[in-house]
Structures are given as structure tokens and as C-alpha cells.
């Protein structure tokens, strides 16, 4: 049984960075493309990144340029870097897997996507 499991959340300043994993254990094979997601009360949630099975990467205009997606060389842990933190980045962060595989382009829409975490806390405070 496919588990998600994401790390690295925590309380940062403004301005700062923070590295978030997303760890798959069990079967994984039928899945190809990954997600992240954050999510504040009230809120839907939102898609901000994803990662292709030929390595594109898309992100929302709201983290462009100041958050980076990556895989390790195993393809079993995804990482999302995350610069210049502001107080919107604040939320619980989700990633996700999608079982139907894309190529240059990527979904950042929730209801592409089947397998979830359950998400890590991530504060923007001074």
C-alpha cells in the first residue's frame, strides 16, 4: 500500500527558507506524476507545484521564482525548496501523486490527483 509521508515543515521567518520532503514508501510503480499543495483554513487548496515523469516542473505564480521542486536520483524522496518565505506561504503543505503520466506539462489541480499525505505545518512568523 502506497504511503506519503512529507517532512520538513516548521516555523521560519520572513525572508527565510525552509526544505520540504516528500517521502513515498510501498508500491509507487503505478504513479507517475507529483503535486504539492498548500492549504490554509477557509481555503481551498492550492496547487503549487508538480513534477512530470520526464522532469518538467510547472509552478503557480504565487511561488515562481522562489520555490524549486527536485527529485532525488532514486526518485524516492521529491523535495520543494522553498526561498524568500512570506507570510501567505503560510499553511499545510500536501504533496500528492497522480496515476496518469504527462509529458512537458503537469496538473496543479487537485482533482488530478489520487494519493495524499498528510501534509506538514509550515508558520511564516518574525
Known amino acids: 500500500q502506497l504511503q506519503l509521508v512529507e517532512s520538513g515543515g516548521g516555523l521560519v521567518q520572513p525572508g527565510g527558507s525552509l526544505t520540504l520532503a516528500c517521502t513515498a514508501s510501498g508500491s509507487a510503480t503505478d504513479y507517475f506524476t507529483l503535486g504539492w499543495f498548500r492549504q490554509v483554513p477557509g481555503k481551498e487548496r492550492e496547487g503549487i507545484s508538480c513534477?512530470?515523469?520526464?522532469?518538467?516542473?510547472r509552478y503557480s505564480d504565487s511561488v515562481k521564482g522562489r520555490f524549486t521542486v527536485s527529485r532525488d536520483r532514486a526518485k524516492t524522496v521529491v523535495s520543494l525548496q522553498m526561498n524568500n518565505l512570506q507570510n501567505e506561504d503560510a499553511g499545510v503543505y500536501f504533496c500528492?501523486?497522480?496515476?496518469?503520466?504527462?509529458?512537458?506539462?503537469?496538473?496543479?489541480?487537485?482533482?488530478?490527483?489520487?494519493?495524499w499525505g498528510q501534509g506538514t505545518q509550515v508558520t511564516v512568523s518574525p
Open positions: 513534477l512530470a515523469s520526464d522532469g518538467t516542473t
Open positions: 500528492a501523486l497522480s496515476k496518469v503520466e504527462y509529458r512537458r506539462t503537469c496538473p496543479t489541480a487537485a482533482s488530478t490527483y489520487s494519493a
